[in-house]
């Protein structure tokens, strides 16, 4: 009887054993299973964000796209507005003995204007808001003028001018940078050099290349 009782307690002991580890395994499956869930749900995630980054990255180039291409309409519509303004008046003022004066100041005018309308499209290219575009273009307009005074000064030799327009641009891109930032400005300034190449040089502005190529000489 005695070992009966005993073969029934080992018996139960291995049973409730056995129960146990089916306990443990069933737990430890789900706990797998979570596991799994929980990685897909965060992968799932990662993916909805990064594809919300790149729609948002996808507006914000239409937007810029977009003011850009009406920062360059208002332009032409500005030029062409100002030259017809231009035009009428003076055809109102001349006279048979100034015409030759009326034709060379229009022409002058003129390239004023393309220079002008020039600049607010490389302002544009460089991505610069309205405010930095006028005060870059303020900065530029200040130094054309101490360039122009420079070059004009006869008392001052070939050597003389070239290093104080060098001179001059080192400070006009100081100027800039202190507006932009320097990886801007560098920005601006490859955006300018490229418009030249393609559209031919802005008379006012044609010491700043000429200075520069002085200035990476020198250096």
């Keep these: 009887m005695k070992r009966i009782f005993l073969l029934c307690a080992a018996a139960m002991c291995l049973f409730a054993a056995e129960a146990q580890t089916t306990k443990k395994g069933k737990k430890s499956k789900k706990t797998t299973i979570s596991a799994e869930a929980k990685a897909k749900a965060n992968a799932a995630k990662l993916q909805e964000e990064r594809q919300q980054k790149f729609e948002e990255e996808r507006l914000e180039r239409m937007h810029y796209d977009s003011v850009r291409h009406e920062n360059e309409r208002l332009a032409d519509m500005r030029l062409d507005s100002e030259r017809v303004a231009f035009k009428e008046t003076k055809f109102k003022e ?3 003995t100034n015409k030759e004066t009326w034709k060379s100041a229009s022409i002058q005018k003129e390239n004023a204007l393309k220079a002008e309308r020039n600049r607010d499209l490389i302002a544009s290219k460089a991505n610069l808001g309205p405010l930095q575009s006028r005060q870059v273009r303020d900065i530029n307009q200040t130094y054309n003028d101490k360039a122009k005074a420079v070059t004009d000064n006869a008392s001052l030799s070939e050597t003389d ?17 202190a507006v932009l930032g320097k990886a801007r400005e560098r920005r601006y ?29 020198s250096n």
């Design 94 to 96: 001349i006279d048979s």
């Design 161 to 177: 001018k070239q290093t104080q327009l060098a001179a001059l641009n080192t400070e006009r891109r100081d100027k800039i940078k």
């Design 189 to 217: 300034e490859k955006e300018r050099k490229e418009f030249v190449q393609k559209n031919g040089e802005d008379t006012e502005a044609a010491w700043i290349d000429q200075s520069s190529m002085v200035t990476t000489k």
